[in-house]
């Protein structure tokens, strides 16, 4: 996994990322490589004139 590497070669703690809160796929993917949901930003991000969250998602390098 990636991710793993990252923390092994670049000695990384934690690995964040942020994702628009309709994205389904994303969030999946996210959860099935041991993501965890850190927060939520509300209505961080407009897009096409409508408001979403974006959701905040970690992986630190106990958890791998």
Do not use: M
């Amino acid at each position: 996994q990636i991710c793993s590497i990252a923390f092994k070669v670049l000695s990384l703690e934690q690995i964040t990322a942020n994702v628009f809160q309709p994205n389904i796929a994303s969030i999946r993917v996210l959860q099935k490589n041991g993501f965890k949901h850190k927060g939520t930003l509300p209505n961080a991000v407009v897009k096409d004139g409508n408001d979403y969250d974006l959701l905040i998602y970690g992986l630190t390098k106990e958890t791998i």
